[in-house]
């Protein structure tokens, strides 16, 4: 436990890094959301395109899951979802590997005063889920960190986090135009971010299809297949976002 920011993480990362070969999920790729500087401005900077409120609505929708409900927040940053979820569930596990994004999300949660949400220092690869069976899992803009073999591993490790007949909420950007014409969808993605954002809006969207990993919309409903998951619906947008509601198949 960070004693100091009452975030849980003896009981992953540094403690539980694995073996040798497991792919390390501390190191940023792309954007370095390790810094402290830029977890500060995120949601200014977020805010400018995004309304967290109505996103987190909307999830809150999809889920269906009672306000009795265990929902699992992974990759939660400074807790655009899991802050709002507070309000709807039980509890809310808010995991990341972020020190710097946990922080800011365990210092907006008690300026609102939220009791019901437990930070864990971890990730999609090392984070050990110990209490009861969620009902749910949403993951916002996170996946796309892990190369594809490592995103399988996370989902099925999400699998295993959920009850049986669980929800999972994935959005993220995923690539579903037409790969014959690539670079002008690619730049028309630059475009629009650099609409949205200004330059580092443009900056960070070269850098996200440069370094982060992306996939396509058929490789990610094999993922999400294969990991035990049955799409119940899956919604792309402009070739670039895509949303994937999923219920974790019975055993
Ligand atoms: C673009 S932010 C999205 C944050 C939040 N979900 C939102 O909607 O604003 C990506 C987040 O994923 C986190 N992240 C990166 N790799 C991760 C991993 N392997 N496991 C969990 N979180 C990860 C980053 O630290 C960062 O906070």
């Given at each position: 436990m960070d004693t100091e920011h009452g975030?849980?993480?003896?009981?992953?990362?540094?403690?539980?890094?694995?073996?040798?070969?497991?792919?390390?999920?501390t190191r940023p790729c792309g954007?370095?959301?390790?810094?402290a500087l830029l977890a500060r401005h995120y949601d200014s900077h977020h805010q400018s395109f995004r309304d967290y409120r109505k996103e987190a609505e909307d999830i809150v929708a999809r889920l269906d899951?009672?306000?009795s409900a265990t929902v699992i927040d992974m990759g939660c940053g400074t807790g655009a979802f899991a802050l709002h979820a507070a309000g709807h569930y039980r509890t809310v596990h808010a995991v990341d590997v972020s020190p710097a994004m946990l922080r800011r999300a365990q210092r907006k949660a008690d300026k609102m005063g939220l009791k019901n949400i437990e930070f864990h220092r971890?990730?999609?690869?090392?984070?050990?889920?110990?209490?009861?069976?969620?009902?749910a899992i949403s993951t916002v803009?996170?996946?796309?960190?892990?190369?594809d073999f490592w995103k399988l591993v996370a989902l099925r490790r999400l699998a295993w986090m959920l009850r049986p007949n669980g929800r999972l909420f994935l959005f993220d950007v995923v690539f579903s135009f037409d790969i014959g014409e690539y670079e002008q969808s690619i730049e028309r993605f630059i475009g629009k971010t650099r609409e949205q954002m200004g330059e580092n809006g443009r900056d960070e969207s070269e850098t996200h299809v440069r370094e982060e990993y992306s996939t396509c919309d058929w490789i990610m409903e094999g993922l999400l297949e294969k990991a035990g998951f049955s799409i119940q619906t899956a919604d792309y947008r402009d070739g670039f976002l895509a949303s994937h509601l999923c219920m974790k198949r019975g055993q």
């Open positions: 975030i849980h993480d003896a009981d992953n990362l540094e403690a539980a890094r694995g073996p040798g070969w497991l792919y390390d999920e954007v370095n959301y390790n810094n899951v009672g306000p971890g990730g999609f690869l090392t984070y050990e889920h110990r209490a009861e069976p969620a009902d803009f996170a996946l796309h960190h892990l190369p």
